[in-house]
T-cell receptor
């Protein structure tokens, strides 16, 4: 069965600092990987996705993620964090289920941004 | 705004009761998914429908049921509610039914069972 691990429950960074959120996945076939962000009281917004091809993918809001098959990782990065980036971030793997599909999510990483 | 709508936004009810959560997918999307988000279980997949048919099932309790109607909106029915059912319930939609299609999430329905 597929699984996703986000080792950091909570990360605090200063505004303007760089950010890296870790994600490790376990999936037997070709992984389809996603990062979502959830602001307080909001739904999940898709930041970026990896299906195949270039292992460095660009997303919205200045985020990027790098797929490393050898490490089973899909870490999210941002060069300079803004106060509005404070939110919870979820990594997910898309998995086939009989005739459909599902997303399996990690536990999430809560990001706090200090002024 | 993802284009996925969910009603109601908040729901407070008592144990033993039954509630219905409603979801309208993005225009053109044929798949609808339901997820439950709780503090102890995190984000859990419940069920998927594609063009009116059930396609995948996750950890959905027997007390819960769902359906997708011809106009593609979906409803999640929760019955014999227990305190532990209190959670945020999300609906998501995608164009197709496979794992490669990105899912777009609605704002969620917060259910509180007292």
């Amino acid at each position: 069965a597929q699984s996703v691990t986000q080792p950091d429950i909570h990360i605090t960074v200063s505004e303007g600092a760089s950010l890296e959120l870790r994600c490790n996945y376990s999936y037997g076939a070709t992984p389809y990987l996603f990062w979502y962000v959830q602001s307080p009281g909001q739904g999940l917004q898709l930041l970026l996705k990896y299906f195949s091809g270039d292992t460095l993918v660009q997303g919205i809001k200045g985020f990027e993620a790098e797929f490393k098959r050898s490490q089973s990782s899909f870490n999210l990065r941002k060069p300079s964090v803004h106060w509005s980036d404070a939110a919870e971030y979820f990594c997910a793997v898309g998995a086939r289920e009989t005739s459909g599909s599902r997303l399996t999510f990690g536990e999430g990483t809560q990001l706090t941004v200090n002024p | 705004d993802s284009g996925v709508t969910q009603t109601p936004k908040h729901l407070i009810t008592a144990t033993g009761q039954r509630v219905t959560l409603r979801c309208s997918p993005r225009s053109g999307d044929l798949s609808v998914y339901w997820y439950q988000q709780s503090l102890d279980q995190g984000l859990q997949f419940l069920i998927q429908y594609y063009n009116g048919e059930e396609r995948a099932k996750g950890n959905i309790l027997e007390r819960f049921s769902a359906q997708q109607f011809p106009d593609l909106h979906s409803e999640l029915n929760l019955s014999s509610l227990e305190l532990g059912d209190s959670a945020l319930y999300f609906c998501a939609s995608s164009l197709g039914q496979g794992k490669s299609y990105e899912q777009y999430f609605g704002p969620g329905t917060r259910l509180t069972v007292t």
